[in-house]
């Protein structure tokens, strides 16, 4: 049996007259690959912020591992297991790739807010960030300074803070966007290694990465669900041809 | 730049010892100027709180003077009404009068971001300088509180008209201060209020509560703040309604600028270049001082983005690449 690890009912949001979430109803099962598509303006990206508690919904609910989250604040559902990438690089741009990576670690161990030792003395913050920055290949690049890094790079220590966060439901806001092709393959590689049991919604445009990843798609237009469904359905419906994917796959 | 962070290493270098040599030589050295070196280095003090928000944590704020003014007029108050006398007292005084301003102030500015905090750190800093000024059967009103007596401390060390005792005590002081907002800064706390400051979007988003984290080190600073108003009180023995408003609030901001802002050190170099140059300016220009300060933040801003200390960075940089 399949275990729902984030689910939203009925989910809403409007901007004056404007709506751009209406009544989603979207199941993300444990250790699943779901990708969610459509076209720019479709409220991809306002359904994301829904989910991690950025922007609080106008009616609906938010239901994390089947409790219901939708007034917790963002830090509250970190804490119960959802983590995030962002669209644009959200890092700590003047800081260090490795406390880029040790800052998430620490909040999870709870050691964020001890103000006394120095912070070098928390060796397993450290190490754990270490490791991590091992699995995505970027340990050289440790002390850089991540504004330093490539293009490519920054999105790898974009999921590498995530994962730092330990999560059971992890969202990838576009992790290959702006990546030049010959680099999206390490990010493709990246994402084919996370582990098995954490559940994953992807927001891509790059069609070839979402049908290689994806066990599930999810199509959103004008902020409803057109469609849902395994990536061959989604890929010989014409409504999503029409949609989104004609303009793409011609 | 002093590097912090969960690979920096938290040993003190030996340049940061210079500024504590440089403090005791003046003690032995310039034995006139001990009551200008106390200003000094309360404004260190108080430059250094600053730096832990406004540098650390990205806090923007021109009303730091209201902590700094609540800690001089509760430890005036105290001494010169209630005849409370123990300069040690008065600082614990201070320290936890400025905390409670800063908790309760900082609940409500930290909510908010960007030039609406600003404006609500400069309206309250306007408030208690209203409250001071309007409150004259206690704090003396325009004309200042005057008949602030302190005890020796510990009943030993009288404060002498030479400012030796005043000296001492703010240097030691100022250590204490110092090594307090050092530990801070290196520990995992002082690495999220960098974090905070460099992508507070990023902090929620690994599940760091930053409000709450704002709000400590807000009142941390406060209560720094505080004891650096009580320091200027126990050397003047008189509280003056220029503690507080906007005007000691710029100027310590332009202090932190010209030294430069989130370094720690900046705090130091910052107070000592602009009191000096206040002072000699104003001896040889008494009317256009404000002029040259001004010039000073022109060029510093223009070619030192950096402040003194990142002019001295990119300089020792250079000379390392040429050699």
Redesign the interface.
Same mark, same amino acid.
């Given at each position: 049996m399949t275990h729902t690890a984030l689910e939203t009912r009925a989910l809403c949001k409007s901007f004056g007259a404007l709506t751009v979430a209406d009544q989603i109803d979207f199941r993300l099962e444990t250790g699943i690959r779901h990708a969610l598509i459509g076209p720019n303006g479709a409220g991809k990206t306002t359904f994301v912020n829904m989910l991690?508690g950025?922007l609080a919904p106008s009616s609906g609910q938010v239901l994390l591992d089947g409790g219901d989250v939708t007034r917790l604040s963002? +830090?509250a559902r970190?804490?119960r297991g959802l983590g #995030?990438t962002?669209q644009i690089n959200? %890092?700590? #741009?003047?800081?260090?790739v $490795?406390?880029n990576v &040790? $800052?998430?670690v620490? +909040? #999870?161990q709870r050691?964020?807010? @001890?103000?006394? @030792?120095?912070?070098? &003395?928390?060796a397993h913050? @450290?190490d754990e &960030?270490v490791d991590l920055l091992r699995t995505f290949g970027l340990e050289t690049d &440790? @002390?850089r300074r991540v504004v330093d890094l490539p293009y490519g790079k920054q999105r790898l220590v974009e999921i590498a803070?995530a994962l730092? %966060?330990q999560p059971t439901v992890l969202l990838l806001d576009e992790p290959a966007a702006g990546v030049p092709s010959l680099e999206s393959g390490r990010i493709l590689d990246a994402l084919a290694q996370l582990p098995a049991h954490i559940a994953i919604m992807i927001i891509e445009h790059d069609m070839d990465l979402v049908f290689r990843f994806a066990q599930r798609i999810t199509v959103l237009v004008q902020g409803q669900v057109l469609r849902e469904g395994p990536p061959a359905e989604i890929a010989d419906d014409p409504r999503v041809h029409q949609a989104y994917l004609g303009e793409r796959r011609g | 730049m002093s590097e912090t962070g969960y690979a920096a290493s938290p040993r003190i270098r030996w340049t940061e010892w210079l500024p504590w040599l440089a403090g005791v030589a003046v003690f032995f050295l310039l034995p006139e100027y001990l009551l200008f070196g106390a200003r000094i280095l309360t404004y260190i003090l108080f430059a250094l709180s600053l730096d832990l928000i406004v540098g650390y944590a990205g806090i923007i704020t021109l009303g730091h003077s209201a902590f700094f003014g609540a800690g001089a007029y509760v430890a005036g108050i105290l001494a010169a009404k209630v005849k409370l006398t123990d300069p040690i007292v008065l600082l614990v005084a201070a320290t936890v009068a400025a905390g409670v301003l800063g908790v309760t102030t900082g609940a409500v500015i930290l909510r908010t971001r960007g030039l609406t905090q600003l404006m609500l750190t400069l309206a309250i800093a306007a408030l208690c300088l209203e409250v001071a000024n309007k409150a004259t059967p206690i704090t003396g009103g325009a004309d200042g509180l005057s008949g602030v007596t302190i005890a020796p401390i510990f009943g030993l060390f009288r404060f002498d008209l030479f400012g030796k005792t005043a000296y001492l005590l703010c240097l030691v002081t100022l250590l204490a201060g110092w090594w307090l907002v050092r530990r801070l800064i290196y520990s995992p706390f002082g690495a999220t209020l960098t974090g905070i400051r460099e992508n507070s979007d990023r902090m929620h988003a690994i599940g760091a509560p930053v409000y709450r984290r704002l709000l400590a080190v807000y009142t941390i600073s406060a209560m720094i703040a505080g004891v650096a108003g009580a320091l200027s009180t126990e050397t003047n023995q008189f509280v003056g309604l220029n503690v507080l408003g906007f005007e000691p609030s710029g100027e310590l901001l332009v202090m932190l600028i010209l030294g430069g802002v989130g370094r720690l050190y900046g705090a130091f170099v910052g107070p000592v270049v602009f009191l000096i140059a206040q002072d000699a300016l104003a001896k040889q220009f008494p009317q256009f001082w404000y002029l040259g300060i001004g010039l000073m933040l022109v060029l510093v801003v223009l070619f030192a983005r950096g402040g003194l200390l990142g002019l001295a960075d990119a300089l020792a940089a250079r000379v390392r690449r040429s050699v």
């Open positions: 991690t950025r963002q +830090e970190v804490k #995030r962002f959200t %890092l700590f #741009r003047g800081m260090t $490795l406390d &040790a $800052l998430g620490a +909040e #999870r050691v964020g807010g @001890r103000p006394w @030792r120095p912070a070098s &003395a928390y913050v @450290r &960030a &440790a @002390r803070i730092g %966060l | -």
